[in-house]
């Protein structure tokens, strides 16, 4: 098992919603900027969605009123909430402690078919 386990990915129509986590059995989640990154196949690993330290939240454009990400400090656990998806969501999903991106681990597969 890897410092983080990542799971909720399957496989939807569009339209449909999936719900990501992330939990962290090693370390505590706490204290750190967090966020979730997705890489489709030959794309470049981008942001979808950051929590900072201070609360503040941010999305990238294509998931903005849609996505949804929390924290829960007692579960220890970081949450990517996924409504209305779309074909275009079709990626490999990656938590990242410290927004460091694509490179915490095997992350989870999200397919979004038409």
């Known amino acids: 098992e890897g410092p983080l386990v990542e799971s909720g990915g399957g496989s939807v129509q569009t339209g449909g919603s999936l719900r990501l986590s992330c939990s962290a059995p090693g370390f505590t989640l706490d204290g750190s900027d967090m966020g979730w990154y997705r890489q489709a196949p030959g794309n470049e690993c981008e942001l979808v969605a950051s929590?900072?330290?201070?609360?503040?939240?941010t999305y990238a454009d294509a998931v903005k009123g849609r996505f949804t990400i929390s924290h829960n400090s007692a579960e220890n656990t970081l949450y990517l909430q996924m409504h209305n998806l779309k074909p275009e969501d079709t990626a490999v999903y990656h938590c990242?402690?410290?927004?460091?991106?694509?490179?915490w681990g095997q992350g989870t597969r999200v397919t979004v078919s038409s």
């Open positions: 990242s402690p410290g927004l460091t991106g694509c490179d």
């Open positions: 929590l900072d330290t201070y609360g503040t939240i």
